[in-house]
């Protein structure tokens, strides 16, 4: 009877959940993890960007029963190069229900991590972290950790890196269950040392058009989007002369003040022994100007314009094949709290991808001149919902202490 009664109020709780996120004129995308569970960056796209907080303040993600799953926000793409695996003193022991790695740590080193280095597998194990100074008696470090391991074709073996909290424990073990499926073939157990790590940019193309006008000894092009994207990067391409050198100023207008003022917002320079690409730049604006100074040279054929936004990322433990939503667009919102946040550190930088399926815009009420009845208002509308809501809850509630006097 007690399960009967947390399902109904779970249900409920749900629905009130997805209505406080969703509401009217907010931007939903949903997407679907792939067979691997585990931490994944979901790219966010241009559009859900705009829409949402600078802070993304207003953001949440939603599993497939509206709970809301923690996360955090990555603007960087780490890319590792040239890697060294340095195998580290172990012994492994294999029993008929779990595997167990011990790395010897005869110098009490700090350790937060090592790196496992097997044969590929496609599968999904449990593990835990334990310590021990004399390999007799054990301590948790980290428990009901999982081992989701991907299929790579590429070559007979992968590398998957365990993180847990710095210990200096003089053995440390792996305990993995495998009482589900057959064990892992362990080649060896060590680190990986990277001799060059780089902040790899990753740019997403925004859409923008733009109209040329040719003015004396200028050169005006007017650039216009439909959302008011936040442009990192911006490129020019130059048809002719084959030789060129050009002074140019972007800006906007003030629209509202005294005849539309002109706001400046980068000078840079056009010239045919660069590349006339032009990065760091943080501009939010839906509509603005380029004008190029010709001063007595014929102006420049300009073969294409094209803007960028820097990728950003959601990262989230996502369960195997499951449905989630992200909801963006409630402006009353405050940032959430996640514990997430204090083990970023932990979490591996180079994570899979994970790309929106659909966008979908909850569709805006038309505005009419007459005046709307209060009944058809949207508050109108979520009080009686949730008075439908409560009344439910009640009725239910009253039914379960009658069977239980029964």
């Not at 399960?3 to 997407?31: D, H, M, P, R, W």
Request: glycine share 2%; with cysteine; hydrophobic share 35%.
């Amino acid at each position: 009877m007690k399960k009967i009664k947390n399902k109904s109020l779970t249900f409920l709780v749900s629905l009130l959940c997805f209505g406080l996120f969703a509401q009217e004129n907010s931007y939903i995308a949903n997407l679907k993890n792939d067979s691997i569970a585990g931490y994944k960056k979901i790219v966010l796209t241009p559009k859900l960007q705009t829409i949402s907080n600078s802070d993304f303040s207003d953001l949440r993600l939603l599993d497939a029963n509206n709970q809301q799953v923690p996360y955090f926000i990555q603007s960087r793409n780490f890319k590792f190069l040239d890697a060294e695996f340095i195998a580290y003193k172990h012994n492994i022991y294999y029993t008929k229900s779990q595997t167990s790695v011990i790395v010897n740590n005869p110098k009490n080193s700090i350790y937060y991590s090592f790196t496992l280095k097997l044969s590929n597998a496609n599968v999904s194990k449990k593990c835990k972290i334990e310590g021990s100074n004399d390999a007799q008696k054990w301590f948790v470090i980290s428990e009901r950790l999982y081992l989701n391991l991907s299929k790579n074709t590429t070559k007979g073996f992968n590398y998957y890196t365990v993180s847990f909290p710095a210990v200096d424990y003089n053995h440390i073990r792996l305990v993995i269950n495998d009482s589900v499926s057959a064990p892992l073939h362990i080649k060896d157990v060590g680190f990986l040392k990277y001799n060059k790590v780089i902040d790899e940019e990753k740019y997403q193309s925004l859409k923008y058009s733009h109209e040329i006008t040719q003015k004396e000894k200028t050169t005006s092009i007017h650039i216009t989007a439909t959302d008011n994207f936040e442009i990192n990067k911006f490129d020019i391409y130059i048809d002719s002369p084959s030789k060129y050198d050009r002074n140019a100023v972007l800006y906007y207008l003030n629209v509202g003040s005294k005849k539309d003022e002109r706001r400046e917002i980068k000078r840079f320079n056009l010239s045919s022994k660069d590349s006339n690409v032009f990065k760091n730049l943080n501009i939010k604006q839906k509509e603005f100007w380029i004008e190029v100074d010709n001063k007595d040279n014929q102006p420049l054929s300009i073969f294409d314009i094209n803007f960028y936004q820097k990728e950003k990322y959601l990262v989230a433990d996502l369960k195997p094949n499951q449905q989630y939503t992200i909801v963006v667009g409630n402006k009353e919102l405050s940032k959430p709290s996640y514990d997430l946040v204090n083990f970023i550190d932990e979490i591996e930088y180079n994570l899979p991808s994970i790309n929106i399926n659909k966008e979908t815009k909850n569709k805006e009420k038309s505005v009419e001149v007459k005046k709307i009845p209060f009944y058809q208002k949207p508050w109108f509308m979520w009080t009686c919902i949730g008075l439908v809501g409560i009344t439910i809850l009640i009725f239910t509630m009253s039914l379960f202490k009658k069977a239980e006097k029964l």
